[in-house]
């Protein structure tokens, strides 16, 4: 049974910087990926970043280039997202999603491609 469970949510001033975790248990990666998503109220849930578990190549947003750093630890099997110099624009719920089948350049930001999803975790940025 697949389990992500994320943490490092919470409340900060524009500026600040914050990681998020996600421990994910149940099954190995291999040539999978984590991603990471977030949603505003009102709107849709969007990408943010992935990364090629076994791989390490990342892929971002274009809001979150030069801001926002995933990573991932393999012994840990945790994955991890750096955000640095937070806007008020990026308070949402964040989730991270693990796909366990390779996917392709073209759709490792769809939402819909990812199969397992944690429960999510509140970021909120005060101006």
């Known amino acids: 049974q697949v389990q992500l469970v994320e943490s490092g949510g919470g409340l900060v001033q524009a500026g600040d910087s914050l990681t998020l975790s996600c421990a994910a248990s149940?099954?190995?990666?291999?040539?999978?990926?984590m991603g990471w998503f977030r949603q505003a109220p009102g709107k849709e849930r969007e990408f943010v970043a992935s990364i090629r578990w076994r791989e390490g190549t990342t892929y971002y947003a274009d809001f979150a280039k030069g801001r926002f750093t995933i990573s991932r630890d393999n012994a840990k099997n945790t994955g991890y997202l750096q955000m640095n110099s937070l806007k008020p624009e990026d308070t949402a719920v964040y989730y991270c999603?693990?796909?366990?089948?390779?996917?392709?350049?073209?759709?490792?930001?769809?939402?819909?491609?990812?199969?397992?999803w944690g429960q999510g975790t509140q970021v909120t940025v005060s101006s």
């Open positions: 149940g099954r190995a990666f291999g040539s999978g990926s």
């Open positions: 999603a693990a796909q366990y089948m390779r996917l392709t350049v073209v759709v490792i930001s769809g939402v819909d491609n990812y199969e397992y």
